[in-house]
């Protein structure tokens, strides 16, 4: 199987992808459901330290998904990385090259 670090760095290319591609004005029904995938996926993703620690991140008061549009939610995303690399003693990213990083796209 795929060891937590491969698997994170897929993950998160999955994951800012995913926000990269959310429409800028979610409707009511992809808010819903972008709020249900975000909650299965801190269920299932499989290494189960990471998605319980995720899945407390997110449940905290201030750190709810924000799902109105891709602005929001790729920011949200970005805090969200933010947080694991402060967990793992990595460098933060600055979030206002979010789009720059996953949207318009560069390479690293
Ligand atoms: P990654 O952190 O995988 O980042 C990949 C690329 O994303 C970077 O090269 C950079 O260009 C970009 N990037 C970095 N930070 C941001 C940001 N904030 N916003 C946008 N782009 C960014 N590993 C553990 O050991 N313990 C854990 O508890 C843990 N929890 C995780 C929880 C989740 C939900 C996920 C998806 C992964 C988790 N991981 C965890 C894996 C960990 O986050 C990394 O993916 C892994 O350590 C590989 O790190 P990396 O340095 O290659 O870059």
Do not use: I
Not at 9 to 25: E, I, Q, V
Not at 45 to 62: I, K, Q, S, V
Not at 90 to 106: D, H, L, N, Q, V
């Amino acid at each position: 199987p795929p060891d937590v670090e491969d698997l994170g760095r897929s993950t998160w290319t999955f994951l800012h992808t995913l926000s990269a591609n959310y429409p800028s004005r979610a409707t009511s029904t992809q808010q819903t459901e972008m709020r249900q995938f975000l909650t299965l996926f801190s269920r299932l993703y499989p290494c189960w330290t990471c998605a319980e620690d995720f899945r407390t991140w997110m449940g905290t008061r201030g750190n709810e998904p924000r799902v109105e549009g891709r602005e929001g939610l790729g920011r949200w995303m970005c805090e969200a990385h933010n947080e694991v690399n402060r967990k793992l003693g990595k460098r933060e990213f600055e979030c206002a090259r979010w789009e720059e990083r996953w949207r318009s796209g560069w390479r690293d």
